[in-house]
Each structure stands twice: as C-alpha cells, then as structure tokens.
C-alpha cells in the first residue's frame, strides 16, 4: 500500500506541477511580463513547486531526514541521472553561460548549504532567507543582462497561452493547487510507510525513490528532446534546477519551517555525493569535444549515480 501511495502521490505531483505552470504563464502574460522574465522567473519557480511541497510536508510533520534528502538526491539525481542519460543519447551544448554563470552559482550554494547544515546541523530561518535573496539577486543579474544584452531565451514558452481565458486559469490554479497539495501529502506519508516496511531509514527512500520521482519530469523532457535532437538542451539549463532546488525549495522551507539533520549520513555520505557531482563536471566537460559534453562523460556520471544508489541501500 505504501508503494501505492508514493506513486498516486509523484503522479498528482506531476499533473499539479504541469497545471501550476501553464497557469502561471499565463497569468504572467496577462501583467505583461515579457518572455524572458516569465522563463527565469514564473517557469522556474513553477517547475520547482513538486519538491517545494514535498520538503515543506516533511518538515512540518518533522520528517526533516525526507525534506533535505528530498532535494539532495534531486540534485544528485540531475546530474548523474538526467544529465548523463541525455549526454549518452545525444552530445549536450556547453554555453559560455555554463562557466561563467551557472555552474560557479551551483557550486558556492551547494558549498554554502555544506556549511550551514554543518553548523548546528539545523538550516535555520535566517539562512533559508540568505538563501532565497542570494537567488533573487542571480535573478535580477540574470535577467538585466538577458534584456540588456539581447540574449535569447532558452526555453519553449507556449504562445497561445496569452489568450488563456480568466476562468480557465482559476481553474487551473485550483487543480494545481489540489494535486500539489495531496500529491505532497501521499507522497511523505507513503515514503515513510515504505522506509518502516522495507526496514531502511526515511533518508534511504527519500535520496532514491523519492528524489527519483521529483525528477522525473526533468528526465522525461530532457530525454525526449534529446531523442528528437533539438539544440535548445544546453547543460546550463540542467543544472539550473539544482540552483532553485538549493536557494529556492530549501531556502523558502526553512523560513516557514527550520530544517533539522537528524541523520548524520547526509552530511557525511549524501552532501559529499552531490558536491562531488558538481565538482566533477569541470574536469568531464574538457574530456569532450570543444563546447559538447559527451557520451563518455555522460555514461561515467550515469554509471556513478547507480553505484550511489547501491551504496545507499547498502
């Protein structure tokens, strides 16, 4: 039954997750937000609202272990997951953006986030807050530059979406809304009913089953445009989704509800995972092919991520 629930509950998180952006687009456009705000701003934060709801429950039902395996394993997940299947099936495009930008942001947030767990193992109100600002002023640097700059944006925004109807987007909101909100509460509850019944810990299922689930929309798109050999895959926008999962999902999360380290293997195993995913992508991008990450470094970080699972079930 368990199982069940962790299913109907990553299913609802999905659907709520798909109503929630199209929603938010095109409530967006209805403030005449333009296209490169909406895709940094609007999509990013609708796309990050599974795992937001997901750490949120856990935390306020003291399920601290789920809400910060929760992102970890995501971001884990990301890179050796999603990032090295889409590199096998097809050579992802480096953007200067990547050196410059997003992976020096990934790396000092996932250093940060390192140290202030450290630090009285707990993330407080006061360091979500230092957290979520640090994301709003990479925002506003990202988006000034974009506009000032010309830069085009990286992401498919559905055009038709600007004559969404007022009543279609309430309703809209309102399924998202419901499916998030249920979707968060199975999911916690069947993620702990199956640690009891498998005889692992909470942050066992947390980092794999669950941190696989709140993934899997990222794998579904990346693969599939992968398969279709579209150029828009770039690996900055990959990672991008560790960047908000950090400064966004647990920066918000503890500042309505602190975040405790009650399982010291995530400080001393599931952080170490995921700050070395980060690390490692410098040395693997210049394996490659000159501005492409290849299929050798995607089948290394994809062959990784297996043996992480293992180890953890281990």
């Known amino acids: ?33 333009s296209k490169v705000v909406i895709g940094m701003t609007v999509v990013s934060f609708a796309t990050s609202a599974p795992e937001l709801l997901v750490s949120l429950q856990a935390a306020l039902e003291g399920s601290s272990d789920i809400a910060l395996g929760n992102v970890i394993g995501s971001n884990i997940a990301n890179i050796g997951l999603v990032l ?13 953006d990547f050196y410059m930008i997003n992976w020096p942001m990934m790396i000092l947030l ?23 600002v640090s994301l709003a002023i990479f925002l506003y640097l990202l988006i000034r530059r974009a506009i000032k700059e010309h830069i085009p944006l990286d992401m498919d925004i559905d055009d038709a979406l600007q004559n969404t109807s007022n009543f279609k987007i309430i309703i809209w909101l309102i399924i998202g809304a419901f499916a ?19 005889g692992v810990s909470e942050r066992v299922i947390s980092v794999t089953m669950v941190a696989i689930g709140t993934s899997v929309p990222e794998l579904a798109a990346s693969v599939i445009a992968a398969l279709k050999k579209e150029k828009a895959i770039s690996l900055g926008n990959l990672i991008g989704s560790n960047i908000f999962n950090i400064a966004s999902v647990l920066g ?15 400080l001393s195993v599931d952080i170490i ?42």
């Open 84 to 96: 090295g299947l889409t590199a096998i099936i097809t050579p992802l495009t480096i953007s200067r």
């Open 252 to 266: 918000l999360t503890a500042m309505i509800h602190p975040i405790r380290v009650n399982s010291e293997k995530i």
């Open 180 to 198: 998030l909100y249920f979707g968060s509460e199975w999911l916690v509850d069947g993620a702990k009913e199956m640690a009891i019944n498998i």
């Open 273 to 314: 995972w995921m700050l070395s995913y980060a690390f490692i992508l410098i040395p693997l991008v210049f394996l490659g092919t000159k501005y492409q990450f290849g299929r050798r470094s995607g089948l290394f970080l994809f062959a990784g991520y297996w043996v992480f699972i293992f180890l953890t079930f281990l």
């Open 110 to 132: 996932s250093i940060v986030l390192y140290f202030f767990l450290k630090s009285g193992n707990l993330l407080s109100f006061t360091e979500g807050l230092a957290l979520f």
């Open 1 to 33: 039954m368990a199982l069940l629930w962790v299913v109907f509950g990553l299913l609802l998180l999905v659907i709520g997750g798909e109503f929630l952006v199209r929603s938010s687009v095109a409530l967006s456009f209805k403030f005449k937000l």
